[in-house]
């Protein structure tokens, strides 16, 4: 199976195609819902699709990213010298180093400059301890707390994240995805496996490095030999980082509003003459492998769905 990408603005029937995407076929599905779109999809298929609620029924909320900023404000006051800030951090639970409060705690004791002079040793050891517990909480969710990935053909994991601040919501997603590639290495994932990210701006966007768009990279770049494919969608084709558009194989291209995405849709397809600012909802123009396959009206899914809060969204966790 080849990695897609679906490209439509509000209204182009990109959400159905996200829906169809997971419900086809007889292969396991994990789909992250940043918006609440795909989180009543059990309601309507209870057997074999299950809702995760991150920071809610999986284990008790803690602030992520409340924890990242303490601990960017301590490495950024000079109160502690240790070659880490917030990206190097989550890079370093990933790779397996671990700290300890012994380590933190030595760390500040023998920092240069401010911390010896501000704070006492009690004090210190209060803080190496909130680093500690801050760290260790990160950690959790990096080795893979609270995330269940499907294990059979056919199952499908909805992920729930609409609920989650932008910082914790990529700390979530970011340790889905560094689970899943140690898991797919050792060979451990179910055959077949899709991973689905409406929204996928937040996650692969241009210019920008972080640890949530490395390991999305890394599934693109590698995921097809260990039988893995990922399934981006977006409103915006310039959202997106151009390797990440590249590595799909398959591409569906919905109405689009702005002219700069229209042109981005010509370059990359080759297809000078496409313009989808005149198609109807559910419209698509389908590529595969740089070739147009035609354009299709995408099937709607057989039910109405909405976006959910997080009560409803819960409430249908206990259903």
Known sequence: MSHMSIFGSTGS????????????????VI???QKGDLACLPAFLPDGVHLIIPGEDDYSRTDIGTGINILEAVLSSGMITLPLNTETILRTIVSG??????????????????GADLLSASERKRLAALISLTYEQIKWIFNGGGVRMPTKRGEKVIVYLAHLPERERQAYMAAVLSAAIQQMERHELAEGLCIVI?????????FIR??????????????RAFGVSMTLASQSIGDLEYRAVNNAGTMMFGRLHSERDVN?????????????????????AVFREGKLLGIFHAEKPPFEWKPLSLQEAKNLCRS
């Open 13 to 28: 029937g990109k959400t159905g195609a996200v829906i169809n995407t997971i419900l086809a076929e007889n292969r396991p």
């Open 31 to 33: 789909a992250f819902d």
């Open 97 to 114: 180093w671990e700290w300890s409060v012994e380590a933190i705690t030595f760390a500040l004791e023998n920092c240069p400059g401010k």
């Open 198 to 206: 409406d929204e996928a701006a937040s996650v692969v966007p241009p």
């Open 210 to 223: 972080s640890p949530l768009k490395d390991s999305a990279m890394r599934i693109l770049r590698t995921g």
């Open 264 to 284: 981005l849709m010509k370059k990359i397809t080759g297809h000078t003459s496409l313009d989808t600012r005149s198609f109807s909802p559910g419209q698509f």
